[in-house]
C-alpha cells in the first residue's frame, strides 16, 4: 500500500507540476513586495507521501515601468524619461513535509534584491537609483486534502491556514539627492514597493485544486488571500513633502493581498508537461481587517500565464512567464477623500511590467525508495 501511494504522488504530479507557485507580484510598485501562499509552492510540492520531503528555491523576476491611471496607460512617462523603473529579484527556498498522504506543512524563507530609479524622489532634477535586499517576510503554514488522493486520483481540492513574520527590513533606507536642505542629499526609507518586508504579522487563507478533463489533460487552479490586520507600521514616506495633499500618505501602510489562478495542464511525455492559464494579483483599495489609513498604492493585474515543466525521478524544473493583459490602479482611499474635499477628480498612478519571470526547482527525498510509476497508473496520470 505504500508502494502505491508513492506510485500516485509520483503520477499525479507529472501533470500538476506546472502548476507554480502562486505567487503575487502584482507586476510593478503595486505591490508592496514579492509574496506568495504560506502553505507551499505548488500542486505537485503539496501532493506528497507521510514522512516524504520536498525541498527547493524558487526565483521571480520583473522590471516595472509603464504607467497607470485606472486602466489608462500614460506612454508619455516613458516617453519624456519621467517614468519610475523598478527591477525586482526573489528568491524563495522552501521546505514541505508530508505529516500525512493529506496533511502537509510548509516554510517558505524569502531573500530579495530591488533597484529602483526615479526623478520625483530626487528633487525632480536628476534621475538616480536606491537599493534594498536581504531577508523578506517569512512564512509558513499547513495544508489538508478534503479527499483521500489515493482513492480519488481524478480530482481533489485542498485548503490551508498559514502566518507571515515580519522578518524582513520594512524601514531599508538608502541616499536620495536633491531632496535635504539646500538640495544636498539625505538618508530616507526607500519606495514601499522596494522594502523587503511590510512590519505586520499576516494571516493566510487559502486553497489548491486539480480536475481530471480527459486523458492527459487537467484542469488545476488555487488562490490565497493576505490579512494584514496592522494599519501602519511607522515608517515615514516623505510623500507629503511632494504635496499638500498626500498629508495622509505620510506614513507606509500595511495593505491586505490576493491572488487566484486557474489553467489546463496537459502531459506531452513521461517527463515534460506543459500549462496555460490565466491569473489575477491584486492590492486592494481597502483591508478585510483592521483600518485603511497610510500610503498604498491599490492595483490589479490580469495575466495570460503559460508554463512548461520537466520532471526527471524526483527532480522537478519549471517555468511561467505571465504576460500581463490588463493592468488597473484604481483609486485610493486618499484619492477618493481628496477628490470629495476638492470636487477635483483625483486618481494617483503606479507602474506595472509587461511580464514576470518565475522559475522553480525542487527535489523530493521520499520516505519509501520504491519510486518506479506503477504502470496501471501510467494512462491515468500520463
Given at each position: 500500500?505504500?508502494?502505491?501511494?508513492?506510485?500516485?504522488?509520483?503520477?499525479?504530479?507529472?501533470?500538476?507540476?506546472?502548476?507554480?507557485?502562486?505567487?503575487?507580484?502584482?507586476?510593478?510598485?503595486?505591490?508592496?513586495?514579492?509574496?506568495?501562499?504560506?502553505?507551499?509552492?505548488?500542486?505537485?510540492?503539496?501532493?506528497?507521501?507521510?514522512?516524504?520531503?520536498?525541498?527547493?528555491?524558487?526565483?521571480?523576476?520583473?522590471?516595472?515601468?509603464?504607467?497607470?491611471?485606472?486602466?489608462?496607460?500614460?506612454?508619455?512617462?516613458?516617453?519624456?524619461?519621467?517614468?519610475?523603473?523598478?527591477?525586482?529579484?526573489?528568491?524563495?527556498?522552501?521546505?514541505?513535509?508530508?505529516?500525512?498522504?493529506?496533511?502537509?506543512?510548509?516554510?517558505?524563507?524569502?531573500?530579495?534584491?530591488?533597484?529602483?530609479?526615479?526623478?520625483?524622489?530626487?528633487?525632480?532634477?536628476?534621475?538616480?537609483?536606491?537599493?534594498?535586499?536581504?531577508?523578506?517576510?517569512?512564512?509558513?503554514?499547513?495544508?489538508?486534502?478534503?479527499?483521500?488522493?489515493?482513492?480519488?486520483?481524478?480530482?481533489?481540492?485542498?485548503?490551508?491556514?498559514?502566518?507571515?513574520?515580519?522578518?524582513?527590513?520594512?524601514?531599508?533606507?538608502?541616499?536620495?539627492?536633491?531632496?535635504?536642505?539646500?538640495?544636498?542629499?539625505?538618508?530616507?526609507?526607500?519606495?514601499?514597493?522596494?522594502?523587503?518586508?511590510?512590519?505586520?504579522?499576516?494571516?493566510?487563507?487559502?486553497?489548491?485544486?486539480?480536475?481530471?478533463?480527459?486523458?492527459?489533460?487537467?484542469?488545476?487552479?488555487?488562490?490565497?488571500?493576505?490579512?494584514?490586520?496592522?494599519?501602519?507600521?511607522?515608517?515615514?514616506?516623505?510623500?507629503?513633502?511632494?504635496?499638500?495633499?498626500?498629508?495622509?500618505?505620510?506614513?507606509?501602510?500595511?495593505?491586505?493581498?490576493?491572488?487566484?489562478?486557474?489553467?489546463?495542464?496537459?502531459?506531452?511525455?513521461?517527463?515534460?508537461?506543459?500549462?496555460?492559464?490565466?491569473?489575477?494579483?491584486?492590492?486592494?483599495?481597502?483591508?478585510?481587517?483592521?483600518?485603511?489609513?497610510?500610503?498604498?498604492?491599490?492595483?490589479?493585474?490580469?495575466?495570460?500565464?503559460?508554463?512548461?515543466?520537466?520532471?526527471?525521478?524526483?527532480?522537478?524544473?519549471?517555468?511561467?512567464?505571465?504576460?500581463?493583459?490588463?493592468?488597473?490602479?484604481?483609486?485610493?482611499?486618499?484619492?477618493?477623500?481628496?477628490?470629495?474635499?476638492?470636487?477635483?477628480?483625483?486618481n494617483g498612478d503606479a507602474a506595472f511590467a509587461d511580464y514576470l519571470i518565475n522559475f522553480g526547482i525542487s527535489y523530493r527525498f521520499p520516505k519509501n525508495k520504491a519510486m518506479d510509476i506503477d504502470p496501471s497508473l501510467r494512462d491515468t496520470f500520463n
Amino acid at each position: 500500500m505504500k508502494t502505491k501511494r508513492i506510485h500516485f504522488i509520483l503520477g499525479i504530479s507529472m501533470l500538476v507540476l506546472t502548476c507554480n507557485p502562486i505567487t503575487l507580484n502584482a507586476q510593478g510598485c503595486v505591490a508592496i513586495r514579492h509574496f506568495s501562499s504560506c502553505v507551499g509552492n505548488s500542486l505537485e510540492n503539496n501532493l506528497l507521501g507521510k514522512g516524504d520531503l520536498q525541498v527547493g528555491m524558487n526565483y521571480r523576476y520583473f522590471k516595472s515601468f509603464r504607467h497607470f491611471r485606472g486602466t489608462e496607460e500614460e506612454p508619455d512617462r516613458v516617453a519624456n524619461n519621467s517614468e519610475v523603473i523598478n527591477h525586482s529579484h526573489a528568491w524563495d527556498f522552501f521546505l514541505t513535509y508530508g505529516i500525512s498522504d493529506r496533511f502537509y506543512t510548509s516554510i517558505t524563507i524569502p531573500t530579495v534584491i530591488n533597484a529602483r530609479s526615479s526623478l520625483y524622489e530626487h528633487g525632480r532634477e536628476e534621475r538616480n537609483s536606491s537599493f534594498s535586499r536581504g531577508l523578506a517576510d517569512i512564512r509558513a503554514g499547513i495544508g489538508y486534502w478534503l479527499l483521500d488522493p489515493i482513492d480519488n486520483p481524478e480530482g481533489n481540492i485542498a485548503v490551508g491556514l498559514g502566518i507571515k513574520l515580519p522578518t524582513g527590513n520594512y524601514n531599508a533606507t538608502d541616499i536620495f539627492y536633491n531632496v535635504g536642505p539646500e538640495g544636498s542629499p539625505e538618508v530616507r526609507p526607500v519606495d514601499q514597493s522596494i522594502q523587503p518586508g511590510d512590519g505586520g504579522f499576516g494571516l493566510t487563507l487559502d486553497f489548491q485544486f486539480y480536475q481530471k478533463v480527459a486523458t492527459g489533460l487537467f484542469a488545476y487552479g488555487g488562490g490565497f488571500y493576505l490579512l494584514n490586520p496592522r494599519e501602519t507600521n511607522g515608517i515615514r514616506t516623505f510623500r507629503e513633502t511632494l504635496s499638500p495633499i498626500l498629508e495622509n500618505e505620510a506614513i507606509m501602510a500595511v495593505p491586505d493581498q490576493y491572488s487566484v489562478r486557474t489553467g489546463l495542464s496537459y502531459s506531452l511525455s513521461n517527463v515534460i508537461s506543459a500549462s496555460l492559464g490565466a491569473r489575477f494579483d491584486a492590492v486592494p483599495v481597502k483591508d478585510l481587517i483592521g483600518g485603511n489609513e497610510g500610503f498604498r498604492r491599490p492595483g490589479n493585474v490580469l495575466s495570460l500565464e503559460p508554463g512548461i515543466a520537466y520532471m526527471h525521478q524526483n527532480f522537478t524544473l519549471n517555468l511561467n512567464v505571465p504576460l500581463a493583459l490588463r493592468r488597473d490602479r484604481p483609486q485610493s482611499v486618499t484619492d477618493r477623500q481628496t477628490e470629495i474635499s476638492t470636487g477635483t477628480p483625483r486618481n494617483g498612478d503606479a507602474a506595472f511590467a509587461d511580464y514576470l519571470i518565475n522559475f522553480g526547482i525542487s527535489y523530493r527525498f521520499p520516505k519509501n525508495k520504491a519510486m518506479d510509476i506503477d504502470p496501471s497508473l501510467r494512462d491515468t496520470f500520463n
